[in-house]
């Protein structure tokens, strides 16, 4: 069964539950509600939360290790005969997978039969002629035993399906009915109810931990397989960047992030002092009529999608930096540069700066103003030794954002500044980043195991150190110049 219609069954189960369980709480207070512990809701929640709860969470821990036991048992059916020279298991697994979901999409529109499939073990051209009519196309190093273990997998998908589909609709139903019989006017609802909801909430906070957890294991993992292909001492020293999927690639990190710190750069030196005026006049100088108008237009750049930015770099910026500055001056001839994607990634990050720091001096308190006023201190004097000092961890904070969002930028860095990986200090010349690399790298037709497909997480890990020690030096000056205020 579709896991989508599973969980409306379930969904459906604990809604009936619901409206079960509120039912019989009125009739066993004889329809005073004053004769209850709870409220007649609390009962029907808590047969919805017995009935749905542990259904759900046994249906996700199902679909994730569902997946990994189907292909432990299906992978041992491989033998290395069935492995074509140059390739690895995980493609000829990816293959099976392949030949799995065509069965299942010419089963589906009828141009295969249970019975033709049975049929077909010998017949590998037939099945090659089946499943290309339904687009899925199978390679002439397909073998009989790789066919064999689609079938296999094929039909342990079902049956894991099958099961899932009993366990979950009977876990829905036993819950149901065991919360439904525990219903009396003595019966807590209310503490049951609560309990179980505060619950939730300390598994949905979680959400955002295990995430991450799992955004940098994975990163690891991968990093830690490619290291084992790649020297790291290349990767990490190694000036040059020319990956040659065909062997003697030269695989280092430099060039890129040196165009990652250079781009960033650009951007903060153009975002900074405009975002950061802007905020002080906001918050200090402008009327309600200008501000109201002011800053919604600022934040307005915020919702403006990156590739009109790119756009933006790519026909305007670009060439007018090109025209007017680096042929001129003899810096270069290209519209693709550094200056552009920085000028253009620094007009993006404007809203975060100038939005996050009228916030934070809008919230320093208005009788230090008044102090520093009445002491005789003019508004600009106000502003730079009383303001500022106290709004700059919130602005520190604010620009260390606006940078994690500059160093992760990729579509304005591809039109802007070009993909040209080297160590230049020239800012009309095209460059590249981390961002846009890992992209590249990850997308064609390659093979997954190779050093310059692995090498993506090796540089996405790196990309994550690098944004880590933003915000640990955003906290470090967050708590060390932190001020309360009453």
Do not use: C
């Not at 004889?30 to 919805?48: A, E, M």
């Not at 290349?234 to 003697?248: D, E």
């Not at 520190?396 to 930028?409: M, P, T, W």
């Not at 990850?442 to 050093?451: K, N, Q, R, V, Y």
Request: glycine share 8%.
């Amino acid at each position: 069964m579709n896991i989508g219609l599973l969980i409306l069954i379930v969904l459906v189960i604990a809604l009936a539950g619901f409206l079960l369980g509120r039912r019989r709480a009125l009739s066993s207070a004889g329809g005073d509600i004053r004769k209850l512990h709870s409220l007649p809701g609390y009962y029907g929640q808590s047969v919805f939360l017995f009935s749905a709860v542990p259904a759900l969470l046994v249906m996700l821990v199902w679909l994730l290790a569902q997946p990994l036991v189907i292909e432990s048992r299906v992978s041992a059916m491989i033998s290395p005969a069935d492995i074509p020279d140059g390739s690895t298991l995980g493609l000829v697994m990816a293959d099976v997978r392949r030949i799995a979901d065509g069965i299942d999409v010419a089963m589906a529109q009828g141009t295969l039969t249970k019975s033709e499939l049975d049929s077909m073990r010998a017949d590998l051209t037939d099945v090659r002629g089946r499943l290309a009519d339904v687009g899925v196309a199978i390679g002439s190093n397909v073998s009989q035993n790789v066919f064999l273990a689609a079938k296999e997998f094929r039909a342990l998908t079902s049956i894991g399906r099958l099961a899932m589909t009993i366990v979950g609709v009977a876990l829905a139903l036993a819950g149901a009915a065991f919360a439904y019989s525990r219903i009396t006017p003595r019966y807590r609802a209310r503490n049951v109810s609560e309990a179980a909801i505060k619950g939730l909430m300390i598994l949905s906070s979680t959400v955002a931990i295990l995430t991450t957890l799992g955004i940098v294991l994975s990163l690891v993992f991968e990093t830690v397989h490619f290291f084992r292909l790649y020297p790291a001492q290349n990767f990490f020293f190694n000036p040059t960047w020319n990956p040659q999927f065909r062997g003697g690639s030269d695989l280092g990190i430099l060039p890129l992030l040196w165009g990652t710190l250079y781009v960033s750069f650009i951007a903060l030196a153009v975002a900074v002092p405009i975002g950061l005026m802007a905020a002080i006049y906001l918050a200090e100088y402008a009327s309600n009529a200008v501000r109201s108008v002011a800053k919604p237009t600022i934040e307005l750049l915020a919702g403006i999608p990156t590739i009109v930015y790119g756009l933006f770099a790519l026909i305007t910026v670009g060439p007018m930096l090109r025209d007017y500055f680096a042929q001129p001056l003899g810096l270069g001839a290209s519209s693709s540069s550094v200056m552009t994607a920085g000028l253009v990634m620094g007009i993006m990050v404007i809203p975060f700066i100038s939005s996050l720091s009228d916030d934070v001096i809008n919230a320093v308190p208005q009788a230090m103003r008044d102090g520093s006023l009445g002491l005789g201190a003019t508004k600009s004097e106000t502003v730079k030794k009383v303001i500022l000092p106290a709004a700059l961890p919130g602005i520190v904070g604010a620009i260390l954002l606006a940078a994690s969002r500059a160093i992760g930028e990729t579509m304005i860095v591809v039109m802007g500044a070009g993909a040209a990986a080297k160590l230049s200090v020239n800012p009309f010349e095209a460059m590249t980043t981390i961002t846009v690399k890992i992209v590249s790298q990850l997308t064609g037709d390659t093979e997954f195991a190779s050093p310059e497909t692995l090498v993506a997480f090796a540089l996405g890990l790196s990309l994550f150190v690098v944004t880590l020690g933003l915000n640990i030096v955003a906290l470090y000056v967050v708590r060390k110049y932190r001020e309360q205020y009453e």
